[in-house]
């Protein structure tokens, strides 16, 4: 009787709960689905371990069972001794070994060459400043400028080295773009650097992943992993600085002082304060991978950053109409325009 | 032991004492080792600025710690085998006493060496100051 009532429940139970895990299943944030061999071999590596893993929880219950079950006397002491030997001591030390054998190649970062392309991010409350340069350009040490700065959005080549150099400029900050390898700190003060190859193209996100502030769940950046002729061409294009109208929206971005925060390139606005605006046009979302990049989504933002990223330090500027407010929305969109990728 | 009717006809490995102290000789070697590699490794990759083509001294000092350890096992190893009464050792003799920690010792030995291995491997998987 009571079992023909638990079992429906206990169906119920497991069925919510698979369904609540699986809804968090999808393509592009996520290490069940890799793009990159860092992500693919630790994909790989965890499968492994969990098949292993629940092929020795059987065979101890196995055992358990059979141990219960013998028959008076049928146990001996010397029989439990060796099996504690064999199963406790020298079966775990050699499949230790063996994983530890396997897995530590994988550790090895990957050798790079003075050609790879380097990425240098910067985590900021709360968005990410991109910079783009060779290594044999000198272009991250000051020294020349970047091939191209950009924020919030990272392109790759596929099947080729990419050197990641992070850091932060305000607390602590993690990069973490699961599908192509492991997160990694960003503190300020110091550069980490991430090794990474991506190895299918496709358009991916990558987030925040060490608490930093209010807007930290709202951090976040799209990642699109190119076919390296594809990239060399949109690297190439992203450089000429886009062709913008001298409009209300020009007048408008020059009466409201938002050069000194942020850059666009070929005009005189070429702060570093907040994200590069030169390619907004380009970008898949708005504010850091949080808005469908539309029109009055970008006006309702300016007139009121908190409102989608509460911590923000970009100013509200509410006393722009939203008239105003969407025709500085278009013209920063001209990117698109006059550039498309 | 002194009343050991065999007296100095015991051999070398016999006549040592055990005690608490020589039981943590394998673990503490372990340690050893386990810091010994890490302070090698930040050394090493500081001073050349990459990983050694051949890590001598590491490998000297990895030999080192297992020689110890297994010498530290083969003794306890042979002062389990001394006559006495069968496992457990759980009488207030010196025998019994001898035997439990030489057991003891021996396991701890035995979980030491691979410990050390362990220590050891990246040394030979990785080979990278990154």
Redesign the interface.
């Given at each position: 009787m009571r079992k023909s009532i638990a079992a429906p429940s206990v169906t119920l139970a497991s069925v919510t709960v698979a369904t609540l895990v699986l809804a968090g299943c999808n393509g592009h944030q996520s290490a069940l689905a890799p793009f990159g061999l860092e992500a693919r071999s630790t994909l790989w590596l965890t499968a492994v371990l969990a098949a292993g893993g629940s092929v020795i929880a059987l065979g101890m219950a196995a055992i358990y069972f059979v141990a219960a079950r013998a028959p008076e006397g049928k146990l001996t002491h010397q029989s439990g001794m060796r099996l504690v030997l064999w199963l406790g001591?020298v079966v775990p030390?050699v499949v230790?070994?063996a994983l530890?054998?396997w897995a530590?190649?994988a550790?090895?970062?990957l050798p790079t060459g003075d050609s790879d392309l380097h990425i240098r991010v910067e985590g900021e409350q709360f968005w990410w400043r991109v910079a783009y340069a060779r290594s044999d350009d000198k272009g991250l040490n000051g020294r020349t400028e970047p091939l191209l700065l950009s924020a919030n959005e990272v392109r790759l080549p596929v099947g080729r080295t990419v050197v990641f150099e992070l850091t932060a400029t305000d607390v602590i900050h993690s990069f973490w773009i699961p599908g192509l390898a492991g997160k990694m700190d960003m503190i300020p003060g110091r550069t980490n650097?991430l090794v990474v190859k991506a190895e299918k193209p496709g358009t991916y996100r990558g987030v925040c992943a060490e608490f930093c502030g209010l807007s930290h769940a709202l951090m976040a950046f799209d990642v699109i992993a190119m076919e390296p002729a594809a990239f060399d061409a949109w690297l190439t294009a992203a450089r000429i600085p886009p062709r913008r109208t001298q409009d209300r929206g020009a007048a408008l971005f020059a009466r409201e002082g938002c050069g000194s925060c942020h850059a666009l390139a070929g005009t005189s606005a070429q702060a570093r304060i907040g994200p590069d605006l030169t390619r907004f046009g380009e970008r898949l979302t708005l504010g850091a991978g949080i808005l469908e990049p539309t029109d009055g989504h970008t006006a309702a933002f300016i007139r009121d950053p908190h409102r989608f990223k509460p911590g923000a330090r970009m100013p509200a500027y509410t006393h722009l109409t939203q008239e105003e407010a969407l025709a500085l929305a278009r013209w920063l969109k001209q990117t698109k325009a006059e550039n498309a990728r | 032991m002194s009343e050991d009717p065999r007296g100095d006809r015991r051999k070398w490995h016999e006549r040592l004492q055990v005690t608490l102290w020589t039981l943590i000789v394998p673990p503490t070697v372990w340690a050893a080792h386990f810091l010994f590699s890490y302070l090698w490794a930040a050394i090493s990759c500081a001073k050349q600025g990459d990983f050694a083509r051949f890590p001598t001294l590491f490998v000297a000092g990895t030999v080192l710690a297992l020689a110890a350890i297994a010498l530290s096992g083969w003794i306890a190893h042979r002062q389990v085998r001394m006559p006495g009464s069968p496992p457990p050792h759980q009488d207030g003799t010196d025998i019994d006493r001898l035997r439990f920690l030489a057991k003891a010792t021996l396991l701890l030995a035995g979980l030491s060496f691979v410990g050390v291995l362990f220590t050891a491997l990246p040394v030979v998987f990785i080979g990278d100051c990154r």
């Open positions: 001591a030390t230790l070994t530890l054998v530590l190649p550790m090895r970062p650097r | -």
